[in-house]
């Protein structure tokens, strides 16, 4: 339904609409709009980020390359996966002298001459377990797979997630993948959409300025939500999107901030604190479950779902 203002309403369809609105509401705080794309249970994204956090307490403290932790983290994503239908790859390839994975899940169906793919780095930098860089992407991407699989949506286009390793490194995994592409199927993927660290604890709403169209959706969205964003500056070129940018291949994202300082006037705007970086944990230990914040979980998940509900009908 959408969400026109018609010249004359009735009474009772406005008691109605606000009846819907209200509920969706107190549902999981959803965008006040109806749109294709499904409200992704912020809950089932924590839940995933609880399960990252008891992966690198039991392994160290971390989830990164070439350690323990990170193929526990694969190894949980995969499983989940495979359990809802995804067609799931794993890619090895080495750095450091360690060995490392990529892990590719193909929804069955679409066009494959038109792939829309969605990523996230998988592996934490050694020093914490990387909660918000990047369990928060990799959740949120996973819950939005498993959402496919539950609305066993049917889109027009194919779709392919990927949680990336060794990003930490210099894009190793998603670089890996994009160089191992043949001509062909470089040509194939349509957008590649990118995910890491969305759930800053003194969050901002950070839009990736690359390619117009992938900009104006996820700008959409927020305009929807009445949620003001701003251009991302502070990572360009630094996470997995580069080499699909590099290869030519359209990228967008989001993100909430790393180091960066909050402006008063980003507080004025999004709330939180001004003078204080928007994750004070960044590449820290204290980047655990404690290092999110629910609001912009919340948000971004749904972002992303609406992203690519939107470039795959
Ligand atoms: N890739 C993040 C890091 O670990 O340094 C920073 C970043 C996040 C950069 C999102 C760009 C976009
Ligand atoms: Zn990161």
């Not at 990164?64 to 067609?87: C, E, I, N, P, W």
């Not at 996973?142 to 959402?147: F, Q």
Request: glycine share 10%; with cysteine.
């Amino acid at each position: 339904m959408k969400l026109s203002v018609p010249g004359r309403v009735t009474g009772a369809a406005v008691i109605a609409v606000a009846a819907l609105l209200t509920t969706s509401a107190i549902a999981d705080a959803a965008p006040a709009r109806v749109a294709a794309a499904p409200d992704i249970p912020v809950a089932n994204v924590k839940a995933h980020l609880t399960q990252l956090q008891s992966i690198a307490t039991a392994n160290g403290g971390n989830r990164a390359h070439g350690r323990a932790g990170y193929k526990a983290s694969l190894d949980y994503v995969k499983a989940q996966l495979d359990a809802a239908g995804f067609t799931t790859t794993i890619q090895q390839f080495t750095a450091s002298s360690r060995v490392g994975y990529n892990l590719i899940a193909d929804w069955p169906g679409g066009d494959a001459n038109q792939v829309v793919m969605a990523g996230s780095h998988l592996d934490s930098v050694t020093s914490g377990a990387g909660i918000n860089d990047n369990g928060s992407g990799s959740a949120a991407l996973l819950e939005a797979a498993l959402t496919v699989s539950r609305t066993q949506y049917q889109p027009t286009k194919h779709l392919r997630f990927a949680w990336w390793g060794a990003e930490e490194l210099g894009m190793i995994g998603s670089r890996n993948y994009v160089n191992g592409l043949t001509t062909a199927n470089r040509a194939k993927i349509s957008g590649y959409l990118n995910f890491d660290m969305i759930g800053s604890p003194n969050p901002g709403y950070f839009v990736y300025d690359d390619d117009p169209a992938i900009e104006k959706t996820l700008k959409d969205f927020y305009a929807g939500i009445g949620v003001a964003t701003e251009i991302e500056t502070e990572g360009d070129g630094r996470s997995d999107h580069a080499p699909f940018k590099s290869a030519g291949i359209p990228v967008g994202g989001v993100f909430t901030g790393a180091s960066s300082t909050k402006s008063a006037a980003q507080a004025a705007k999004w709330g939180g604190t001004a003078g204080q970086s928007f994750d004070r944990c960044y590449h820290s230990s204290c980047d655990t479950t404690s290092n999110i914040n629910d609001t912009a979980l919340n948000r971004n998940s749904d972002a992303l779902a609406y992203a690519v509900w939107e470039l795959s009908e």
